[in-house]
């Protein structure tokens, strides 16, 4: 046992100085912090969001519904940067009152929309345009246990895993262990699921593949963590040939792209507000 065992206190305070990578936003109170409208671009869309995996979900689906020839869902993609704490601004607070992104404002309609949690997103648009998502029976059911299962099961991989492996302040082995232990077998729920479909699902591309891709699909390309090494994510061959499949498909590729502000200079782009913002970011 550690020397430095953590007794709990019998009332829990906020340390605003408790570390970590994202310890200058979280905190115990939801609501805004500050009055900031947001912009509204002329699309029927408008996204609030930032190239997370959750945020990367919802891009890749408008880029999809795009490439299938589907105009109605241009959209406008702003930036939300979560370390300057924009999630907080009134502006935002009000489409999504749980301050993450990604957040949509549908204006498509006599009235508008909003619609918060990156799931939720993904079933509105699907509807909408009956695109990605089956109308009825079990393949409905079937797209919807796996978007569930990526909604319930990535925050182990990303607040559990990749918190404690690559974002605490400290390491300590408990964490690490008990995260990557679950991050392993969840690789091995989708290798299982993958060896006898080529999409989650079944046979179509659907929005659980849209959902888990970012996440998972990106974890065994080595680009989430640096820690493909460590969870030896070779291992997993039909999760390795589905992420590899879809990232070759071009609405994963250009939905990559969006309100990214980190990585290859020629593969960010802050805002999108056309097709053309996002041809010139790849070319």
């Not at 409208?37 to 519904?65: C, D, R, W």
Request: net charge negative; proline share 5%; glycine share 8%.
């Amino acid at each position: 046992m550690s020397e430095n065992v953590y007794l709990p206190p019998k009332i829990w305070t906020w340390d605003k100085a408790s570390g970590g990578k994202f310890a200058n936003i979280n905190r115990p109170i939801s609501g805004a912090t500050h009055d900031t409208a947001l912009p509204v671009g002329e699309h029927p869309f408008q996204l609030y969001s930032l190239a997370t995996p959750n945020g990367v979900k919802v891009t890749i689906m408008f880029e999809e519904l795009l490439a299938l020839g589907i105009a109605e869902a241009e959209y406008d993609g702003w930036l939300i940067n979560i370390q300057e704490g924009d999630q907080f601004g009134e502006g935002f607070v009000s489409i999504n009152p749980n301050s993450k992104i990604p957040a949509l404002l549908d204006r498509s309609g006599k009235e508008d929309i909003r619609v918060f949690e990156s799931g939720s997103i993904l079933i509105h648009l699907a509807e909408k345009f009956d695109a990605f998502l089956p109308t009825s029976g079990i393949a409905r059911t079937e797209t919807l246990n796996w978007l569930m299962w990526q909604m319930g099961s990535a925050p182990f991989l990303g607040g559990g895993f990749g918190h404690f492996y690559a974002y605490a302040p400290e390491k300590f082995e408990y964490p690490i262990n008990r995260y990557a232990m679950e991050v392993k077998r969840q690789l091995d729920v989708l290798d299982k699921q993958l060896e006898n479909n080529e999409f989650i699902a079944g046979d179509e591309y659907t929005i659980a593949d849209m959902a888990i891709f970012p996440w998972y699909g990106i974890l065994v390309k080595g680009k989430l963590y640096e820690a493909a090494e460590f969870l030896q994510v070779q291992e997993y061959e039909h999760v390795q040939r589905w992420a590899e499949q879809l990232s070759q498909r071009t609405g994963v590729q250009r939905g990559r792209v969006v309100n990214k502000t980190w990585g290859d200079n020629e593969y960010q782009l802050a805002e999108r507000h056309s097709a053309a913002d996002i041809d010139n970011a790849i070319s």
